[in-house]
């Protein structure tokens, strides 16, 4: 089974320690929901995984194979992909060049008109083909943007608040999306605030505060967990 092993990650911005001694395990075939209040370090922690910048110590191991020094496009090759916070698409490309963007990169040629559309059709966003990407709704550019993703057929799937900011209708297919991911010999790890949705669709929660994994485990591990039922469940503990 392949895992994604987080150990004794460190991140300092100048005096400020971003993430502290970090370390879990993401393994294949579960959802692990990375959860924490504003400024918890959840996304530093998916940027120093993916390679946009070093920890200061701690490593990275992906299949045994460690990556902590490897470039974000060295870790791409591997396998190993995210999709951002705030959306990163091309917004003056169609959502079908959008899309066959990562095709080009990782079909060969002959296959990447076929893909694009199988991925158009997959993602509900065939009727925008020929429309610019900057003109449709903020929840179809977060589909987009993980189809983008799914494009390169990660291994390792990072999801930095896909739900973030959109429509429930929206909302409930990027769910179904992600849950689809399950059973694919993927390695999935969502950033969600929504409980709701966390615990609908987590097999495994890390909790995050101020830089440290405060706690995890299985939904029911944490549901009872006191920081978190303070904190998001709202409950005097
Ligand atoms: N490149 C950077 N330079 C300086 N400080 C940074 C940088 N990136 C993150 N930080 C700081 O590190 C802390 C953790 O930020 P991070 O974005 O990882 O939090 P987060 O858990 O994703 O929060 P949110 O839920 O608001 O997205 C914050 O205080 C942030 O200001
Ligand atoms: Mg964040």
Known sequence: MASFRIENITKAFGKFTALNQVSTELDEDLISAIIGPNGAGKTTLVNVCTGMFPPDSG????DSRNVTKQPSHKRVQLGIARTFQ?????????????????LLYARHK?????AADALLDTYGLARFRDTRAVNISHGDQKLLEMAMAIAVAPKVLFLDEPTAGVGMEEKEKIIETVQRFKGKNMITAIIEHDMETVFRIADRIIV?????VIAQGSPEEIKSNAFVRKIYLKEEV
């Open 59 to 62: 490593g990275l191991f992906f």
């Open 86 to 102: 705030i959306v990163n698409i091309f917004p003056e490309l169609t959502v079908r060049e959008n899309i066959r963007v990562p």
């Open 110 to 114: 002959t296959e990447v008109e076929e």
């Open 208 to 212: 995050m505060n101020e830089g440290e």
